[in-house]
């Protein structure tokens, strides 16, 4: 068995790291020693995964999976160990824009082996759909009990980084994952340029503050359209809402991201854009946003120095 092999599959033991203030080292009064134990597993996942990331939208449609997808392979790119969760229950996309419809899932003696692809290690509801067809009629206990288990029962390993695509909105999937990981690093909101989609960045700003979730900054996708033959960009959607938004709210804008052919493209055949175009504009874009929210392990280094 490879090094790396033995780190991915390697338990994590709660009681071996010396951390007697953490959450999981003492059970609770009102804990049962089943729900100790599981509290535990999942604090013992959690430990080894320095910055988890969430990556909202307000409305559906945006390209907010696109931006996941491509902001987990970038900071791949960059050298860091990624995992990528997606908790849209309903219409989980990233197997299909990563070319992984129809893999299976293994697992071993801690758990279920997350697929890895490209370097990144990668856990979605659409492993484990039968039928690709098939529709996932759940109530919210359902969900928050299924995302559990992508962060409890998922052999994730030691990461830098966790980038979490929550499905559109405010509702259960996002609720779910801010209750389950306790302490969010950041959340990157993602709109496209026009006002009706722009002024539901306000409620996906508001539902990060009510739960003490930082905005690492929004990202205006869909802005503008690269012509495929000479590289002019045409705006279509009124430009500039998503950043007008982030200024009256106070959070940083990270960038705007325009339509472009080949994202799509990648999209539909599983490729990661941002590596097999990476001199394409649009790469260099994400790559910049990517920097943002590689800037994390940045401000840890100056916690850590002072």
Not at 43 to 66: A, F, Y
Not at 85 to 97: E, F, Y
């Amino acid at each position: 068995m490879k090094q790396e092999d033995r780190e991915t599959v390697a338990p994590s033991n709660c009681d071996t790291c010396g951390d007697k203030s953490c959450s999981a080292s003492q059970r609770k009064e009102d804990e049962s020693a089943e729900e100790f134990e599981d509290r535990k597993k999942l604090q013992s996942r959690l430990c080894r995964i320095r910055h988890k990331v969430v990556v909202l939208s307000g409305k559906g449609g945006v390209g907010k999976s696109t931006v996941a997808v491509n902001l987990a392979a970038a900071l791949t790119l960059a050298g860091k160990r990624v995992g990528l969760l997606d908790v849209d229950i309903h219409g989980p996309s990233v197997p299909t824009m990563l070319g992984l419809e129809r893999v299976e899932l293994q697992g071993c003696g801690d758990g279920l082996l997350p697929i890895e692809t490209g370097g990144m290690k990668v856990m979605s509801l659409g492993f484990l759909l039968k039928n690709p067809d098939d529709a996932v009629i759940w109530r919210g206990p359902l969900k928050m009990g299924v995302i559990k288990q992508f962060l409890k029962d998922v052999v994730w390993g030691d990461l830098d980084f966790l980038i979490i695509d929550s499905p559109p909105g405010t509702g259960d999937e996002p609720l779910s994952v801010c209750q389950l990981i306790g302490t969010l690093d950041g959340a990157v909101v993602v709109t496209t340029p026009q006002k009706v989609a722009a002024v539901d960045v306000r409620k996906s700003i508001t539902f990060c503050r009510q739960l003490h979730v930082p905005v690492i900054g929004v990202v205006e996708n869909m802005s503008g359209f690269v012509c495929p033959n000479c590289g002019e960009v045409t705006l279509i959607l009124r430009a500039g809402g998503g950043k007008e938004i982030a200024e009256d709210m106070g959070v940083p804008f990270l960038g705007s991201i325009p339509m472009d052919p080949m994202i799509a493209d990648a999209c539909d055949t599983g490729r990661m854009f941002i590596d097999d175009d990476a001199a394409a504009p649009s790469a260099k874009i994400m790559h910049g946003i990517a920097g943002s929210v590689a800037a994390l392990e940045e401000k840890d280094t100056v916690r850590e120095t002072a």
